[in-house]
C-alpha cells in the first residue's frame, strides 16, 4: 500500500509548494493571526482535497482497481485517506475555533482592523464572496459535525451493513457540504494563483463523485448475479472457500480481488477475496 499512496504524498508535496508560493510573506511575518490564518487556509485545502480523494476511491472505477492493485487496498486506502482528512479537518477546525476562545477568554488580544481596508471599494465578486461567507461558515461547519459523527458510526465495528452502507450515503451529502464552505471561503488571493484553481478543480471532482454516489449508481452496472455451486469450511483458520457460478457475463477477475456479495437472506452482504479461477471457465 505504501508504494500505491506514494503518488498521494507527492501531490500533497506539489499543493504543499504551491500553497507556500502564495505566501510570500509568512515566514517572515511574527503575527500570531497571519499565521493562524494561513494554517486554516492550508490544513483546510489539504483536508478537503483528502476528502475529495476519499470520494473518487468510493466510486469503485475499474482503473482506480488497477492503479491500488485490488478492491480490498482500494477501500484500505479509502479508509485511511478519509481518517486523515477527518484529523485535518478537526486540525482546521481548532485553528479557528480556540484562538476565538482566548480572545474571550482576555488571554489573546484581537487584531486591529486597518481603516483603508474596510473602505477599499471591492469588485463585484468579492462582495459577493463576503455576503455568502456567514452562510458558508455555517454550512461547512454542520457538514464537519455530520462528517464527524458518520466517520465513528463508520469505524464503529458494531454496526452492521445497512446502517453502515446508509452512513458512507450520507458522507456524501456531508463532503458537499464541506466542499460548499472550502470553495467560497478560500483566500480570495488563491483564486488567481496554482494553488486556488488545483484545489478548486480538485474540489469539482470530488462533488462529481458525491453526486454520483447520492444517486445509487456506484457499482451498478458491474452486478452479476450467481448461485454458489461448492463450498467448504476449514475449521482450524474459520474459512469458508465458496465456488460461485455466474448467471450472466462478467468480467474477468483477478486472483486477490475482493467480490462484494448480497446474499438473499436478509439481504446480507459480506466482501469474498477472490483466490483464483477454477478450471471451469464459468466458476470463480
Known amino acids: 500500500m505504501n508504494k500505491t499512496l506514494q503518488p498521494v504524498w507527492l501531490s500533497l508535496g506539489i499543493l504543499s509548494g504551491m500553497w507556500l508560493v502564495a505566501e510570500p510573506d509568512l515566514f517572515g511575518s511574527t503575527q500570531f493571526f497571519q499565521w493562524r490564518a494561513a494554517i486554516i487556509q492550508y490544513s483546510g485545502i489539504i483536508a478537503v482535497v483528502l476528502m475529495s480523494l476519499t470520494m473518487v476511491l468510493a466510486l469503485r472505477l475499474p482503473f482506480i482497481e488497477q492503479w491500488t492493485r485490488g478492491l480490498d487496498k482500494s477501500y484500505r486506502i479509502h479508509k485511511w485517506l478519509g481518517i486523515g482528512g477527518a484529523a485535518l479537518g478537526v486540525t482546521h477546525w481548532l485553528w ?3 484562538p476565538k476562545w482566548l480572545v474571550t477568554a482576555g488571554w489573546l488580544n484581537r ?3 486597518s481603516a483603508g481596508a474596510s473602505n477599499a471599494v471591492l469588485p463585484q465578486w468579492q462582495e459577493w ?3 455568502i461567507r456567514e452562510p458558508a461558515l455555517e454550512i461547512g ?9 458518520l466517520v465513528v458510526v463508520s469505524l464503529w465495528a458494531a454496526v452492521k451493513y445497512k446502517p453502515f452502507k446508509f452512513s458512507h450515503r450520507l458522507m456524501a451529502a ?3 457540504m464541506v466542499a460548499f464552505h472550502s470553495a467560497l471561503l478560500m483566500k480570495v488571493s488563491y483564486y488567481s494563483q496554482p494553488i486556488g484553481i488545483v484545489t478548486l478543480a480538485i474540489i469539482a ?3 462529481m463523485a458525491a453526486f454520483y454516489s447520492l444517486s445509487g449508481l456506484v457499482g451498478r452496472h458491474r452486478r452479476v448475479a450467481a448461485t454458489v455451486s461448492n463450498s467448504r469450511y476449514f475449521a482450524d483458520s474459520r474459512i469458508l472457500m465458496l465456488t460461485l457460478r455466474p448467471e450472466g457475463k462478467w468480467q474477468v477477475i483477478k486472483p486477490v480481488n475482493l467480490l462484494i456479495c448480497v446474499w438473499p437472506v436478509r439481504s446480507h452482504i459480506h466482501s469474498l477475496s477472490c483466490l483464483r479461477r477454477r478450471k471451469q471457465k464459468s466458476d470463480f
Open 141 to 149: 461547519e454542520k457538514g464537519f459535525y455530520l462528517l464527524l459523527i
Open 96 to 98: 479557528y475555533q480556540v
Open 129 to 131: 464572496l463576503l455576503q
Open 111 to 113: 487584531p486591529a482592523r
Open 174 to 176: 456531508a463532503y458537499l
Open 205 to 207: 471532482l470530488g462533488s
